[in-house]
């Protein structure tokens, strides 16, 4: 079965300063890799998602995210973050079929200081 | 992207009584939809996998008969929450994949339930 860690429960770094979120994951087969935001209260929004090809994988505002297949991990970067950027952040797994389940980490807790 | 909608946004029941929560893919067809659990400042605990014309199918640890599921239309899932208590009070969230292979997840905005 997969499952995916995020070993950081909290990360706080200053405005304007670079971010990387942690993930590895656990997954017999070619993971299919994910990264949502959540803000108070609402729904999920995809950040990117990696099925194949180029393990650098750019998404929205402005985040990118490198999947390694030797250290089973998929770490979330983004080169300087905005006080808008304080959400949880969550790595998720799945297969590549569409009727196959995704399993979410525990998620990462971003704050900003001004 | 797709769109998946979730109603209602929000809800409080009494405790003991039922409350039903749907998920709809609104441009497209969802052969499976997914339902999670989140509790507070915690991840997204998946409770069941709802197939269009069978069966759910539960993660280990969910009550089925306390959280129904049926999925009787390619575009509807519904949740019930039987007999509800306080302890079922959880933000909980659908989710839908298009069919094929190398797809994402849609997720619905949510609905947090809250039982008095």
């Known amino acids: 079965a997969q499952s995916v860690t995020q070993p950081d429960i909290h990360i706080t770094v200053s405005e304007g300063a670079s971010l990387e979120l942690r993930c590895n994951y656990s997954y017999g087969a070619t993971p299919y890799l994910f990264w949502y935001v959540q803000s108070p209260g609402q729904g999920l929004q995809l950040l990117l998602k990696y099925f194949s090809g180029d393990t650098l994988v750019q998404g929205i505002k402005g985040f990118e995210a490198e999947f390694k297949r030797s250290q089973s991990s998929f770490n979330l970067r983004k080169p300087s973050v905005h006080w808008s950027d304080a959400a949880e952040y969550f790595c998720a797994v799945g297969a590549g079929w569409g009727d196959d389940k995704i399993i979410f980490g525990k998620g990462t807790r971003l704050h900003i200081l001004p | 992207g797709a769109v998946v909608s979730q109603h209602p946004s929000w809800v409080i029941c009494k405790s003991g009584t039922s409350v039903k929560i749907e998920c709809r893919s609104l441009?497209?067809?969802?052969?499976?939809m997914f339902w999670y659990r989140q509790f507070p400042k915690q991840s997204l605990m998946l409770m069941a996998t709802s197939n269009e014309g069978s069966k759910a199918t539960y993660e280990q640890g969910v009550e089925k008969d306390k959280f129904l599921i049926n999925h009787a239309s390619l575009t509807l899932s519904t949740l019930t929450v039987t007999s509800a208590h306080p302890e079922d009070s959880s933000f909980y969230i659908c989710s839908a994949r298009l069919g094929g292979r190398n797809t994402e997840a849609f997720f619905g905005q949510g609905t947090r339930l809250t039982v008095v």
């Open positions: 441009d497209f067809q969802a052969t499976t």
